[in-house]
Every structure is written in structure tokens, then in C-alpha cells.
């Protein structure tokens, strides 16, 4: 089945550094989403990306969508600790589009 | 709105039982689905649901069975556990017939002994 890679599994940083998560796929994506999930909670919506090229900003989140739409990224800016938590990037399948496919998630630590 | 409900939020079962997850939505949503979230393996696809009377299987339906039988409801029955299903399960729901912008409920942690 369609698969989306998710990298890194695990990252901890000072509050203040900058923090990153990449999403790959070997197929087009029709779009891609990212949801955030604090621990112990349930996943919640960030965006969605549709568009080759596609960049997005939240406050102090930042979100690409790749010129090919195999691959997208989530910048956060100087993390706080109110960022602890995993995020998600999930996407429609190419063959399916009723299913969405999550990837396996990238869990951010903030320290003071 | 109370938005996407589940119940119950903790179920311990014994191998061989049955149950039905409940999961409820008040926002008159087309699609609903649920997942299971294993650690490390993200949240997979169970069953979905484009509409009311339509369901059909993801990623790893097998043990689980569903039915839409109005708008707002969309149960998960688990016929008959095993320790392999010891999972935290999600419902979800979206405006459209597709998922997009996905509701999640408050989720239903489940231990099969």
C-alpha cells in the first residue's frame, strides 16, 4: 500500500531552537496534511497543502508542500514548550482517495 | 457542539470477548473513519465511511465490523478480541466526502488480556 515516510522519528531541543519534520513519498500527492497530537490526546488539524510549491505560515509554523508534491516539511521557529507533542503529515491515497495514510509521526521534546 | 464523541474511553476485555466502540458526531459530517494507533506505527485505517448506508475497509479491517446507519453514528465492533488489538482507537469525521480536514474524537484506549 502507499506508504509515507516520516523523518526523524524523535527530536529534543532547547525552547527557543528551531525544529523540523520531513514527509517523502514515492507517489504525486493529491495534497498533504499535518496534525499535531499533544501526549495523551487526539490529533488535531493543522493545514492542508494542495498546490506544487505550496508555502504556508502559522504564527511561527512554517509549511512546504514540494515542487513535485512527493515530499513536504514542517518548520517551527524558536519551539516553546507549549510544541511538545508528535506531528503528523497524512495524505489521500493515489488510488483510493477516501483513504488517507499517516505518516508514522515525528515526536518533538522541548527543554528549557 | 460537542463536535466528535467517543465511549467508552478505557475498555479492558478478555480474548474471545466482544464489543462495540461507540463514536458520535454532531456536525453533520459526510465522512467518518477509524483508526488505530499503535506506538510507532502512527495511526492506521480501520474502516471509513463516505456517507450514511456506505462503508468500506483501509488498511487493517480484518477482526472489525462496521455500519453506518444514520449520519451522526458510526460504531466499531470488534467480534472477537485478541491481545493484537490492544490499541488506542480514533474516530474521525470530515465536512466533505473525502478526508480532508479531519475532526478527531478524544479516542478509546482498549486492552485485550
Known amino acids: 500500500g502507499q506508504q509515507v515516510m516520516q523523518i526523524p522519528q524523535y527530536q529534543h531541543v532547547q525552547e527557543g531552537e528551531d525544529f523540523t519534520t520531513y514527509c517523502n513519498s514515492s507517489t504525486t500527492l493529491s495534497n498533504i496534511q499535518w496534525y499535531k497530537q499533544r501526549p495523551g490526546g487526539h490529533p488535531v488539524f493543522l493545514i492542508q497543502?494542495?498546490?506544487?510549491?505550496e508555502v504556508k505560515k502559522q504564527k511561527r509554523l512554517t509549511f512546504q508542500f514540494g515542487e513535485a508534491k512527493k515530499n513536504s516539511s514542517l518548520h517551527i521557529t524558536a519551539t516553546q514548550t507549549t510544541d511538545v507533542g508528535t506531528y503528523f503529515c497524512a495524505a489521500p491515497n493515489t488510488g483510493t482517495a477516501s483513504k488517507l495514510t499517516f505518516g508514522t509521526g515525528t515526536r518533538l521534546q522541548v527543554t528549557l | 457542539n460537542a463536535g466528535v464523541t467517543q465511549t467508552p474511553k478505557f475498555q479492558v476485555l478478555k480474548t474471545g470477548q466482544s464489543m462495540t466502540l461507540q463514536c458520535a458526531q454532531d456536525m453533520n459530517h459526510e465522512y467518518m473513519s477509524w483508526y488505530r494507533q499503535d506506538p510507532g506505527m502512527g495511526l492506521r485505517l480501520i474502516h471509513y465511511?463516505?456517507?450514511?448506508?456506505?462503508?468500506d475497509q483501509g488498511e487493517v479491517p480484518n477482526g472489525y465490523n462496521v455500519s453506518r446507519s444514520t449520519t451522526e453514528d458510526f460504531p466499531l465492533r470488534l467480534l472477537s478480541a485478541a491481545p493484537s488489538q490492544t490499541s488506542v482507537y480514533f474516530c474521525a469525521s470530515s465536512s466533505r466526502t473525502g478526508p480532508d480536514t479531519q475532526y478527531f474524537g478524544p479516542g478509546t484506549r482498549l486492552t485485550v488480556l
Open positions: 497543502l494542495v498546490k506544487s510549491g
Open positions: 465511511s463516505v456517507g450514511a448506508g456506505i462503508t
